[in-house]
């Protein structure tokens, strides 16, 4: 269930290349974190404010503030993406409430990532409907619903991540993301 | 966000589902009872947006510049002053601060200590008791002697009123404080300083019990022109502070005159009861003038007497001096004016509990200040979480 160095795309060679020697340092550790989880914080962020700007300039925000404070982290309370992932999410919601904008988590994102496999026509079809489908469920959902999916399928968060962001337990936070999942699911099966 | 607060156990049909989202995420196969959540999973991961290559780009310079701004003109980046610097110089000018507070307030119990010692000259001005108020009359003054200590230590001058032609009576009282254990070191030094002087020890009383308690007392009698003198050392002696001191002073000049005409008019009808004496032609006449005459022979006796007790009064001045144990230490000799361990560790241990007072007041005063501080910490969280969540509830 840990996903780190897993999830992000499209880093550069030059920035993936283990680096064993500093990885015991506080700065390799967090240049290690940020190798693994800069694709994922920026597609959390992204989905947050749905502004490919702003989630960037957020997304290098976070990682300044979670280098400046990395000295602060306290893995007792929980793994390093969970904290950063906590400070991406208060400075997305900072830049939520100062541009005072309502922002909508359901609209086309405006670079989804390509389908992994090609399709035939009437596949495609058929996956472009149920996506349409599953997006149309996702709009009916609360916004905390989808910021849980958010931090799940667009940050890659484990449970126990999930868990240490939203401040709940690793039992808890499962349990609200199956929630969320099955009222998706039954939204889906009701639109379709 | 706290959804949930509880942390029971999760039901297994949850964790087979959450396991199986887990999967499909990682590309591994999952139960046929799992695919449509599976499927929705697939389809919520796909819409994950990208980073743009510039920005990664951007990104990955400024984790390399360990996001240090951008290089710019040398000539600005000299005049940035290092935070490391401010930091040093900050907490230098804090410590500084913080000696020069110490040495100021220690300095000032030092001053304190020489306030009670004026006070203590202030109160023996008080206390000071003048029977007849001098006239200042400036011929044929005879000089006095220095009044200043002998060490030149910082005791306050003996009191001297102007006696010029006048019959003063003086009489002084030093109350002096010492440890226990030096009230027999002290009394020495006082019969050391009368014997120096040429005056009596009328009678002295010295108790020293080696336990907390301890007393001395002396009737002492000075060369009245020794006074000043006596007072300046006695105040000054080794390991004895000055607790008070009186000053009195007596005209008698009136009472010596009334003594000495009383003096030369027995002696004038002396002399003329003896001339009558020598006319005298009868017993009864011989023996009436024998009785005038013894009776003023006693009448110049008695006046005799007067003068010469009037005399020693003026002549010497009653000094009483009375020790008593006290708790702390006294300052180590400085009658050598020397700089010994004693006082070295004296002083330290001054510094040290002005030290301790500091940090002392420094808490007391920082504490309410910080519990405020906690209070407004916990407040502006508080409230900046809520608004983050109606941010998020309102997205």
């Known amino acids: 269930m840990d996903h780190a160095l897993v999830r992000s795309e499209g880093v550069p060679g030059t920035l993936t290349a283990s680096s064993v020697s500093s990885a015991s340092t506080s700065w390799g550790r967090f240049e290690e974190l940020y190798r693994s989880s800069r694709d994922d914080v920026y597609a959390y962020v992204f989905t947050l404010l749905r502004d490919g700007a702003a989630a960037e300039d957020v997304t290098a925000l976070a990682f300044e503030r979670a280098y400046r404070r990395r000295r602060t982290f306290d893995r007792r309370r929980g793994e390093e993406r969970g904290w950063l992932f906590g400070i991406a999410r208060n400075a997305a919601l900072d830049e939520l409430r100062r541009r005072r904008r309502v922002t909508a988590l359901v609209s086309e994102p405006s670079e989804p990532s390509d389908a992994s496999e090609p399709v035939s026509e009437d596949d495609e079809g058929e996956v472009a409907l149920r996506r349409t489908t599953v997006q149309t469920a996702l709009a009916k959902l609360p916004a905390r619903e989808r910021e849980i999916l958010a931090l799940k399928f667009h940050g890659g968060l484990s449970n126990a991540e999930l868990a240490r962001v939203l401040g709940v337990s690793e039992s808890n936070a499962g349990t609200l993301l199956y929630r969320t999942m099955e009222k998706l699911r039954k939204a889906c099966n009701a639109t379709a | ?395």
């Open chain 2, 1 to 395: 966000m706290r959804l949930l607060d509880h942390d029971a156990p999760i039901d297994p049909e949850i964790a087979a589902v959450l396991d199986a989202i887990d999967a499909t995420l990682a590309g591994d196969p999952v139960d046929g009872r799992y695919a449509e959540t599976a499927e929705i999973a697939l389809l919520l991961s796909s819409e994950r947006a990208a980073v743009r290559p510039e920005f990664a780009r951007t990104m990955d310079e400024r984790v390399a510049r360990r996001f240090a701004p951008a290089p710019v003109a040398v000539s600005r980046r000299r005049r940035r002053v290092p935070r490391e610097f401010l930091e040093m110089t900050g907490g230098l000018a804090a410590a500084i601060g913080l000696i020069v507070a110490i040495v100021v307030i220690a300095g000032g119990g030092h001053g304190s200590s020489s306030m009670s010692s004026a006070s203590s000259g202030a109160a023996s001005g008080a206390g000071s008791s003048r029977a007849a108020s001098s006239p200042p009359t400036a011929s044929g003054s005879k000089a006095q002697p220095a009044l200043v200590p002998p060490n030149g230590s910082s005791s306050t001058p003996t009191l001297q009123p102007p006696t010029t032609g006048r019959k003063v009576v003086q009489s002084a009282g030093l109350e002096l404080a010492a440890a226990p254990s030096r009230i027999d070191d002290v009394a020495q030094q006082v019969y050391d300083v009368i014997g120096a002087l040429g005056g009596i020890v009328e009678n002295s009383t010295v108790t020293q019990t080696g336990g907390p308690e301890g007393y001395a007392d002396f009737q002492l009698s000075v060369p009245s022109a020794s006074l000043g003198q006596a007072m300046g050392r006695l105040s000054s002696l080794n390991y004895a502070q000055v607790v008070s001191r009186t000053d009195s002073s007596q005209d008698i000049t009136d009472q010596y005159g009334a003594a000495q005409r009383s003096l030369a008019d027995a002696r004038a009808l002396r002399t003329s009861l003896l001339k009558q004496l020598a006319g005298a032609t009868t017993t009864e006449q011989v023996d009436s003038l024998n009785a005038q005459i013894h009776d003023a022979e006693a009448s110049i006796s008695s006046d005799q007497a007067t003068l010469n007790r009037l005399n020693h009064q003026v002549g010497f001045s009653q000094l009483s001096v009375e020790i008593n144990a006290r708790s702390t230490p006294a300052p180590v000799s400085h009658g050598n004016g020397g700089f010994g361990i004693g006082q070295a560790a004296h002083d330290a241990g001054r510094v040290l509990t002005v030290a301790a007072g500091i940090a002392l007041i420094g808490i007391a005063a920082l504490l309410p200040v910080a519990l405020v501080a906690g209070l407004a910490w916990w407040v502006g969280s508080t409230v900046r979480r809520r608004r983050r969540e109606q941010a998020l509830d309102a997205a």
